[in-house]
């Protein structure tokens, strides 16, 4: 059974920066592809970006050149790296896991996580 737990969300300052994680549990397809959410108040889930499993990744307009996804195929571990953080940036975080190819579309990831908190103050 495939289980995501993300760790790392809290309130940090407008500037500062955040790295969540994501565990991934019995997770063992190798060319699937995982991805990062995000869901503000009030609005659909947005696509922050992906990886691959060998390693390419793409990110969403809105993140571009702020975040970074890594991933450690040894630890089964998932990272978002969220630099230079806007307010627009507060929502929960959601990693997503998909058996197929990346896509930025919620609907193609079968596996998700709880989600973690990340609320960027003044």
């Known amino acids: 059974q495939v289980q995501l737990v993300e760790s790392g969300g809290g309130s940090v300052q407008g500037g500062g920066s955040l790295r969540l994680s994501c565990g991934a549990s019995g997770y063992t397809n190798r060319r699937g592809c995982m991805a990062w959410f995000r869901q503000a108040p009030g609005k659909e889930r947005e696509w922050v970006g992906f990886?691959?499993?060998?390693?390419?990744?793409n990110y969403a307009d809105s993140v571009k050149g702020r975040f970074t996804i890594s991933q450690d195929n040894a630890k089964n571990t998932l990272y978002l790296q969220m630099n230079s953080l806007e307010l627009e940036d507060t929502a929960m975080y959601y990693c997503?896991?998909?058996?197929?190819?990346?896509?930025?579309?919620?609907?193609?990831?079968?596996?998700w996580g709880q989600g973690t908190q990340v609320t960027v103050y003044p």
């Open positions: 997503a896991a998909s058996a197929t190819a990346c896509s930025n579309n919620p609907d193609d990831y079968i596996y």
């Open positions: 990886i691959s499993s060998d390693g390419w990744s």
